[in-house]
């Protein structure tokens, strides 16, 4: 059974740091994207980062560009995302989520979810 698992979300002050880490199980990696989402209340989910496992190329949304990096690790079977100079509008639950062959970075592309983590960047 195909499983994603977040963990390290928290509450951070504003410049602060947080990593956040994705678990995957039941799957090989090997064919998919791993992609980062997160939505704000009264917002739509929306793309933060992507990675595609085969090759490692990445998509970044211009809003954490320079900020935050996306990296794989296929023998741990996990993805991480280091999040730097957090912001307050960096503020959402941030979901892991899975997509066959990772060609692109939006949520209609990507089919298995984890159960979000919250991040709230606040002084």
């Known amino acids: 059974q195909l499983q994603l698992v977040e963990a390290g979300g928290g509450l951070v002050q504003p410049g602060g740091s947080l990593r956040l880490s994705c678990a995957a199980s039941?799957?090989?990696?090997?064919?998919?994207?791993i992609g980062w989402f997160r939505q704000a209340p009264g917002k739509e989910r929306e793309p933060v980062s992507c990675?595609?496992?085969?090759?490692?190329?990445?998509y970044y949304a211009d809003s954490v560009k320079g900020r935050f990096t996306i990296s794989r690790d296929v023998a741990k079977k996990t993805v991480d995302l280091q999040m730097n100079s957090l912001k307050p509008e960096d503020t959402a639950v941030y979901y892991c989520?899975?997509?066959?062959?990772?060609?692109?970075?939006?949520?209609?592309?990507?089919?298995?979810w984890g159960q979000g983590t919250q991040v709230t960047v606040s002084s």
């Open positions: 990675i595609r496992i085969s090759d490692g190329s990445t």
């Open positions: 989520a899975a997509g066959l062959l990772g060609r692109l970075c939006s949520p209609r592309a990507y089919d298995y």
């Open positions: 039941g799957f090989t990696l090997d064919y998919y994207g």
